[in-house]
């Protein structure tokens, strides 16, 4: 029996088979969750189907994070197959493509600042808010994804490096303002993975190559790494951490300086 038996987890933001919430939704899946998944638009819906029959579910709901009307209709859609939830995958980030190239203020705009900061850390909050009545009399976990970026300056990451501080500071409020009501609310700081959203960043496969070539480990991570890690957190066996933010980067995080050779 999977540690997650009994428990039932929507998963917010799979886009791809190639992505870190496809490896977050196969772990939960293998331990035992009942799953529902979200997707953005109807050019996605199909692909997003494809994948929840892979985890056995058909519980799959239009969302679009920029949208408080549509975040509302999210619960009401899925209070009609489910009288409750535990768990909530927040697998959402996203920046124009011109804010993810060259030198940072060469290229942040108003416009981009904005966007990148409502999509990415914002909606975690928004949907935390409008789903808790469906978590009420349970022990709910929330988990997001961040990176490295929003503590060090990264190359071309740019305004998403400060979407990801705000985001894992927004994990802190609220994991304070939910612990009372018995919730957790938790991050995981993702290293290097192959997957759509990354070929969005300029240089990306330099980053890789960089990351085997010093993680402690010599090597990068895999997105079923990360799922691993988040069954884990949205379980009961971490029942008593809330507010952190763990790495699952093969140790990169700790490096002050590459060996020198």
Not at 79 to 104: E, K, M, T
């Amino acid at each position: 029996m999977g540690f997650l038996k009994g428990k039932r987890a929507l998963i917010v933001g799979v886009a791809s088979n190639r992505s870190i919430a496809w490896g977050i939704a196969e772990a939960m899946h293998a331990q035992g969750a009942e799953l529902a998944f979200t997707y953005q638009t109807d050019k996605l819906r199909s692909r997003v189907e494809t994948i929840a029959e892979q985890c056995g579910s058909k519980i799959v709901l239009p969302c679009d994070v920029a949208s408080d009307e549509q975040i509302d209709q999210l619960f009401d859609s899925l209070s009609q197959h489910w009288d409750g939830y535990d768990i909530l995958v927040h697998s959402v980030g996203f920046a124009p493509r011109d804010q993810l190239a060259g030198d940072y203020l060469d290229v942040v705009n108003r416009e981009g600042f904005q966007i990148a900061h409502d999509i990415s850390s914002y909606s975690f909050a928004a949907l935390a808010k409008a789903g808790r009545s469906l978590m009420e009399g349970r022990n709910g976990a929330l988990l997001t994804l961040t990176f490295l970026g929003s503590l060090r300056a990264t190359p071309s990451y740019n305004v998403m490096g400060l979407a990801k501080a705000s985001l894992e500071a927004n994990v802190r409020y609220m994991a304070q303002s939910m612990g009372p009501h018995g919730h957790r609310v938790n991050a995981i700081s993702a290293g290097a993975v192959k997957t759509l959203a990354a070929a969005g960043i300029s240089q990306f496969r330099r980053m890789l190559e960089h990351v085997e070539n010093t993680a402690p480990m010599r090597r990068t991570i895999t997105a079923r790494e990360v799922g691993n890690v988040a069954a884990f957190l949205c379980s009961d066996l971490a029942s008593g951490v809330t507010g952190e933010i763990t790495h699952v980067d093969a140790g990169y995080n700790i490096l002050g300086m590459a060996e020198l050779n």
